[in-house]
């Protein structure tokens, strides 16, 4: 029971450290811009819903699918860093993204797919961190980290369905500015994870 406990706990932590529901919240209001509600819980509900699944596909198939395609960690992070560092750029020019509208007059909640639930949402890490809790694990393992995922989850649909009142108490032009800033941070989350995969691909040690 204590082994139990200790191995929810290490995973707990694990996913709350990399999908943060807390600091991705502003980068869900960067992203979103000034979508009405409704479209903006649909997006949140979009983007963690498909996280959610694509790291519970990763935990039982995500093995074989890359040795199937012949991918690796290193390509999925430096690929996962350019999509970020795009978006991210975009952003910090004052642009809307064009992930946001593809040609459509209406608000497109494409958004939701890439960049949010993959790969701000079910990242590298996020995947990687759950593939590593259940390998040579039993099903309890398997299930506890699927649970807990699914916690994590929820909290960041929370998080994220809250960002109109988070504009309501700090102001729009706060939330410009935090948008620019956003940008910034995730031009160098980019940055990192290609000069991690790059690492990774050459096995550097710096």
Same mark, same amino acid.
């Given at each position: 029971? $204590?082994?139990?406990?200790?191995?929810?706990?290490?995973?707990?932590?694990?996913?709350?450290?990399?999908?943060?529901?807390?600091?991705?919240?502003?980068?869900?209001?960067?992203?979103?811009?000034?979508?009405?509600?409704?479209?903006?819980?649909? #997006?949140?509900?979009? !983007?963690?819903?498909? +996280?959610?699944?694509?790291? =519970?596909?990763?935990?039982?198939?995500?093995?074989? &699918?890359?040795?199937?395609?012949?991918?690796? /960690?290193? !390509?999925?992070?430096?690929? *996962?860093?350019?999509?970020?560092?795009?978006?991210?750029?975009?952003?910090?020019?004052?642009?809307?993204?064009?992930? %946001? $509208?593809?040609?459509? $007059?209406?608000?497109?909640?494409?958004?939701? #797919?890439?960049?949010? +639930? &993959?790969? /701000?949402?079910?990242?590298?890490?996020?995947?990687?961190? !759950?593939?590593?809790?259940?390998?040579?694990?039993?099903?309890? %393992?398997?299930? &506890?980290?699927? +649970?807990?995922? !699914? @916690?994590? =989850?929820?909290?960041?649909?929370?998080?994220?369905?809250?960002?109109?009142? #988070?504009?309501?108490? &700090? *102001?729009?032009?706060?939330?410009?500015?935090?948008?620019?800033?956003?940008? @910034?941070?995730?031009?160098?989350?980019?940055?990192?994870?290609?000069?991690?995969?790059?690492?990774? +691909?050459? =096995?550097?040690?710096?």
């Amino acid at each position: 029971m $204590t082994d139990i406990l200790t191995f929810s706990i290490t995973v707990f932590t694990g996913f709350f450290a990399i999908m943060n529901p807390i600091a991705n919240t502003p980068i869900f209001i960067g992203l979103v811009g000034d979508m009405d509600k409704a479209t903006k819980k649909k #997006i949140a509900r979009t !983007a963690t819903l498909t +996280a959610f699944f694509i790291v =519970v596909f990763s935990v039982f198939l995500g093995k074989y &699918i890359f040795e199937l395609f012949g991918m690796t /960690i290193p !390509a999925f992070k430096i690929a *996962g860093g350019i999509l970020i560092f795009y978006v991210g750029f975009e952003m910090l020019m004052s642009k809307k993204s064009s992930l %946001h $509208t593809q040609g459509k $007059t209406e608000p497109d909640s494409g958004v939701a #797919i890439s960049p949010l +639930a &993959i790969p /701000i949402l079910a990242g590298p890490g996020t995947i990687i961190t !759950a593939m590593n809790n259940v390998t040579g694990g039993s099903y309890i %393992h398997i299930a &506890i980290v699927i +649970a807990i995922f !699914a @916690l994590i =989850v929820y909290l960041t649909y929370l998080a994220f369905s809250s960002s109109d009142l #988070i504009i309501k108490k &700090i *102001g729009n032009n706060i939330i410009t500015v935090f948008g620019k800033l956003m940008g @910034l941070i995730l031009t160098i989350m980019g940055v990192g994870m290609v000069i991690e995969g790059i690492k990774l +691909a050459f =096995v550097l040690i710096f």
